[in-house]
């Protein structure tokens, strides 16, 4: 069982920047794939970016491409997703999840979520 506690959410200016965090409990955690998705108001949870356990293969969203970077440390069992050049469109809650296939886009495919943290952008 793995648990997920995302922080380092809130209010930025556009073009700001931000880092979420994604702590785990369980030392299993550093073995499993992980990702984050975003849901802003009246929309469908979107897949953002994944990284594979090891941290040497990530994929991203289109959208956030160029801009979000994500990482982990798996000897703090912490996962972070650094985001730059925020834009309006950005805003939404942002969940971290883990245990899934390689490379895995899909909300179904992860076995664990975390709560979620609120990233706002504002003008």
């Known amino acids: 069982q793995v648990q997920l506690v995302e922080s380092g959410g809130g209010l930025v200016q556009a073009g700001g920047s931000l880092r979420l965090s994604c702590a785990a409990s369980?030392?299993?955690?550093?073995?499993?794939?992980m990702g984050w998705f975003r849901q802003a108001p009246g929309k469908e949870r979107e897949f953002v970016a994944a990284?594979?356990?090891?941290?040497?293969?990530?994929i991203y969203a289109d959208s956030v491409k160029g801009r979000f970077t994500i990482a982990r440390d798996n000897a703090k069992n912490t996962g972070y997703l650094r985001m730059n050049s925020l834009e309006l469109e950005d805003t939404a809650v942002y969940y971290c999840?883990?245990?899934?296939?390689?490379?895995?886009?899909?909300?179904?495919?992860?076995?664990?979520w975390g709560q979620g943290t609120q990233v706002t952008v504002s003008s």
């Open positions: 999840a883990a245990k899934a296939p390689l490379g895995a886009t899909g909300t179904r495919e992860y076995g664990y």
């Open positions: 369980g030392r299993i955690f550093s073995a499993y794939n």
């Open positions: 990284i594979s356990w090891s941290a040497d293969s990530t």
